[in-house]
């Protein structure tokens, strides 16, 4: 669909004046850097996006799609938003946390509590949980997800803290990560989220060893 007519389409149905940040999701190369990254000038300079972002694109791609806006002296992209979590780290860590760290931008990371599994409720012999999430945090019981999850309880205790405050916290310790993203149904879900939590180098460090592969 044509970005501009998405972005005015978005702008009524937010009925907002401005977009933040706006998001290219899932890059397509046979359209024209030129033409996508044109139409983002064009609507900075018009002030309905203020910034924009990459979100599942190659670090191949984002690092051509940055050089091309500053080769052409247009807005370039600010950030990516990737899958990043404590048991979802290699498609992230690697070419593309180098390529975000070579650009100078930072990852906004989808999914920060990998789809509920993080928070703790998912374990083995528990009955299943009523959620429409259920089944894809079940596609992480595996028992080296399941020895993350006891590492995160120590480190949950020593915080008095949720299991999903502590899996946030990781993401913001990670040097390439400016926000994580984690998305609630209920009230609780939403004060397990919002409790902000500093981990040690040491509990960092213990997650690490844990969740590495």
């Known amino acids: ?74 807005p370039a992209y600010v950030a990516v938003q990737d899958l990043y979590n404590l048991v979802d780290r290699k498609t992230y860590e690697g070419e593309m946390s180098q390529a975000v760290a070579d650009l100078g931008i930072s990852n906004i990371p989808f999914y920060g509590i990998a789809r509920g599994f993080l928070s703790g409720k998912y374990r083995p012999g528990v009955s299943e949980v009523d959620s429409k999430r259920a089944a894809g945090a079940r596609e992480y019981a595996t028992d080296k997800n399941y020895a993350v999850l006891t590492v995160m309880d120590e480190v949950a205790k ?18 390439s990560v400016s926000v994580p993203i984690a998305s609630a149904r209920t009230v609780e879900q939403v004060e397990e989220i919002v409790q902000v939590v500093e981990l040690s180098v040491e509990e960092v460090e213990k997650l690490n060893r844990v969740s590495a592969f």
């Open 158 to 175: 020593n915080h008095n803290v949720s299991l999903s405050a502590v899996a946030l916290a990781w993401l913001r310790a990670q040097p």
């Open 1 to 74: 669909k044509n970005i501009i007519a998405a972005c005015e389409e978005s702008l009524d149905r937010l009925q907002t004046d401005y977009i933040d940040l706006y998001y290219s999701h899932s890059d397509d190369e046979t359209v024209s850097l030129d033409e996508t990254l044109g139409a983002y000038a064009q609507l900075i300079a018009e002030g309905k996006v203020r910034y924009i972002a990459a979100s599942n694109f190659t670090p191949a791609r984002l690092r051509e799609s940055i050089k091309f806006s500053e080769d052409n002296n247009i």
